[in-house]
Nanobody
Framework: QVQLVESGGGLVQPGGSLRLSCVAS????????VGWFLQAPGKERERVSC????????FYSHSVKGRFTITRDNAKSTVYLQMNNLRPDDTALFYC??????????????????????WGQGTQVTVSS
């Protein structure tokens, strides 16, 4: 059974940190680019970070660059999102998604959300004092 499962969300104070995990099963994650997306209440889902399959190149949205770090451990079929210096406007449901990436272009081309093959169920991040 193909699955992506996110974990690591929670309640944190402004300035705090969380590390999200995205664990894949049922397919070879090393063949896929993985993106992290957030969806705040009443807003559209948006990509905040992406890591390519071929060389591990990382991409970040302007709003998280310098605060978030995406990494992958293919041996563990896991992609991580380290989030530091969290702000109240980071409060959202965070999703990971995977898209097959044989040429390494998925992240760089910022492919539309509906082209991603697999999605997780999301993990809630709340930043509040």
């Amino acid at each position: 059974q193909v699955q992506l499962v996110e974990s690591g969300g929670g309640l944190v104070q402004p300035g705090g940190s969380l590390r999200l995990s995205c664990v894949a099963s049922g397919f070879r994650l090393d063949h896929y680019a993985v993106g992290w997306f957030l969806q705040a209440p009443g807003k559209e889902r948006e990509r905040v970070s992406c890591i390519s399959a071929t060389d591990g190149s990382a991409f970040y949205s302007h709003s998280v660059k310098g605060r978030f770090t995406i990494t992958r451990d293919n041996a563990k079929s896991t992609v991580y999102l380290q989030m530091n210096n969290l702000r109240p406007d980071d409060t959202a449901l965070f999703y990971c998604a995977a898209e097959e990436d044989p040429a390494g272009y998925v992240c760089n081309d910022n492919v539309p959300l509906n082209e991603y093959d697999y999605w997780g169920q999301g993990t809630q991040v709340t930043v509040s004092s």
